[in-house]
């Protein structure tokens, strides 16, 4: 088993709101075992406020979480990916940037809670919705055996994953 930690990258069209979840959750559950990263293609440049208000109600630290291009992960110096997962109808569309390696890919769509509108306590349910069924498949990956799966195993199982409650 190799200590370097299983890359992922999370992408959505704004990386503003659910690439944004989805990154925290992979580092924040991964514990060290997987290290994640989160862009889009048409970076909305800040994540949203939902997004970092949802962040700050589970104790993550904010910081470090900004919104940008998936080019900054095909440019020379960028870390390799092992798994690149679309989070939005939109980016699943879209033709992704060519990764060193050929990572793996998967699309976990979901509804984007940046598109609700209402009081800020209807923002936040939709972003809390959108963060427990992220958290649902990013647990459901990490307690994955990849070690005994081969590529194509393993793509059955994302595509798996990505098809569970609430898939878009």
Not at 96 to 112: E, I, M, N, R, T
């Amino acid at each position: 088993m190799s200590d370097t930690p299983f890359t992922v990258l999370v992408l959505c069209t704004g990386n503003s709101a659910r690439s944004i979840l989805g990154e925290a959750l992979f580092n924040h559950l991964g514990e060290g075992r997987v290290r994640a990263f989160s862009a889009g293609s048409k970076p909305k440049g800040v994540p949203h406020p939902g997004a970092l208000r949802l962040l700050v109600r589970r104790e993550i630290d904010v910081a470090a979480f900004r919104s940008k291009s998936w080019d900054e992960f095909t440019a020379p110096g960028a870390p390799p990916i092992d798994l690149a997962i679309t989070v939005c109808g939109n980016a699943a569309g879209e033709a992704c940037p060519v990764f060193l390696g050929s990572p793996l890919k998967a699309h976990w769509g979901l509804p984007d809670p940046a598109d609700v509108t209402g009081s800020e306590g209807e923002v936040d349910a939709a972003f809390e919705e959108t963060w427990r069924l992220l958290e649902m498949r990013v647990r459901a990956f990490l307690a994955l055996d990849r070690i005994a799966m081969d590529a194509r195993q393993l793509q059955a199982v994302l595509a798996e994953i990505g098809a569970m409650e609430g898939a878009a």
